[in-house]
């Protein structure tokens, strides 16, 4: 089972909207409803913050949303804040190995 | 609020067993309604789901660890435990164990504890 794909940085200005990508295959993201998106800022754990593809924890930010299409899932931060520069990492379900991960994607805020 | 909690060793030789134990509060194990897992991550790398555990002890591994890996579980005290045989340098990472949420993600973590696997 290989790790889903994302983009190794992404980057925008405040105020902006960024979009990271997370693709897979028909065995884990395109076949089901599954993907979750997790926030991790240095030398900290990894912070839910989407689930089920779009679902948002109590607490989480409405700036962030999730998408998918197929065999690739979307995580969206609108109003860019400096405090959403960390590491993202995608997450699914998989019918081989029953959880596999992206390989992250850095965000920075310009 | 649930709370996890890694310990171990933070030191192993290679060829030796690495040994962690998560301790669970402000939550039972015991209760039934959630796996618990441990998760890796190499320095600067992704992340790697290592297998989870149900209070009866049930279990499920990765496959790429499966033959190295054994987890248990003690309800009387809260806590479940990861051994990982056989180690060598590329089984250096942070170690985190969480709590798998019925949507097939991870809710809650611990802090996680740095493992180096060095003679």
């Known amino acids: 089972q290989s790790a889903l794909t994302q983009p190794a940085s992404v980057s925008g200005s405040p105020g902006q909207s960024i979009t990271i990508s997370c693709t897979g295959t028909?065995?884990?993201?395109?076949?089901?409803?599954?993907v979750s998106w997790y926030q991790q800022h240095p030398d900290k754990a990894p912070k839910l913050l989407i689930f089920e593809v779009s679902g948002r924890p109590s607490g989480v930010s409405y700036r962030f949303s999730g998408s998918k299409s197929g065999n690739t899932a979307l995580l969206t931060i609108s109003g860019l804040q400096a405090e959403d520069e960390a590491d993202y990492f995608c997450q699914s379900y998989a019918s081989t190995t029953l959880y596999v991960f992206g390989t992250g994607t850095q965000v920075t805020v310009l | 609020q649930v709370q996890l909690q890694e310990s171990g060793p933070g030191l192993v030789k290679p060829s030796q067993t690495l040994s962690l134990t998560c301790t669970v509060s402000?939550?039972?194990?015991?209760?039934?309604?959630?796996?618990w897992s441990w998760i890796r991550q190499p320095a600067g790398k992704g992340l790697e789901w290592i297998g989870r555990i149900y209070y009866s002890g049930s279990t499920n591994y990765n496959p790429s660890l499966k033959n190295r890996v054994t987890m248990s579980v003690d309800t009387s005290k809260n806590q479940f435990s990861l051994k990982l045989r056989s180690v060598t340098a590329s089984d250096t990472a942070v170690y985190y164990c969480a709590r798998d949420a019925v949507e097939w993600s991870f809710d809650y973590w611990g802090q996680g504890t740095l493992v180096t696997v060095s003679s």
């Open positions: 028909n065995t884990d993201v395109g076949g089901y409803d599954y």
């Open positions: 402000g939550g039972s194990i015991s209760s039934g309604d959630y796996y």
